[in-house]
């Protein structure tokens, strides 16, 4: 009967950790969008919402973790590693059920919460390239091969850069 309490904790747990990785997903949508088009406030108002919700799910997480443990204990010495899916396949067929398509949701949400952060990642960087640019010529100037030549001499005329140029 006990075990029966630790299996109903940690099955809601788990619906409360695909809530706030459903929230996460639609989150990081959200900021493809917004990194695609510039918009820094929101880009800032995304990111602290996406901090309170890591603060919430770093409790449900060590919750997770606790109840893990403590069914991996119960259930047999044989469990060396604590994996969630050792413990689905050591439950009654009747837990088993209700776990399986929801461990499948949480993997699917987070394999899609992965190529999202991936593609921000992208995006990001590639307008972080974009801005070192700006900056390159803003400094110094349309010259891309240097200032010095291959023998170590100035070329005849150096461009200028932006900052130099009177207005």
């Known amino acids: 009967m006990e075990q029966e309490k630790l299996y109903e904790k940690l099955l809601n747990v788990l619906l409360e950790e695909k809530a706030f ?37 770093d409790e449900k997480e060590k919750t997770r ?11 047999g010495p044989g469990l060396h590693e604590i994996h969630i899916q050792e413990i689905i396949d050591r439950m009654p067929s009747s837990y088993r059920s209700k776990f399986i398509p929801l461990v499948q949701e949480l993997r699917m949400i987070l394999r899609k919460q992965k190529e999202a952060n991936d593609l921000n990642m992208k995006l990001l960087n590639n307008n972080l390239q974009y801005i070192q640019e700006i900056l390159n010529y803003a400094l110094m100037g349309e010259e891309k091969d240097g200032i010095y030549t291959e023998w170590g001499n100035r070329p005849a005329v150096q461009k200028r850069n932006i900052i130099d140029t009177k207005v």
């Open 65 to 75: 973790e606790a109840l893990t443990k403590t069914l991996a204990q119960r259930l």
């Open 21 to 57: 990785f459903s929230r996460m997903l639609k989150l990081s949508e959200k900021k493809t969008d917004v990194i695609m088009h510039n918009r820094v406030k929101e880009l800032e108002q995304i990111v602290s919402e996406e901090q309170s919700i890591f603060a919430s799910l």
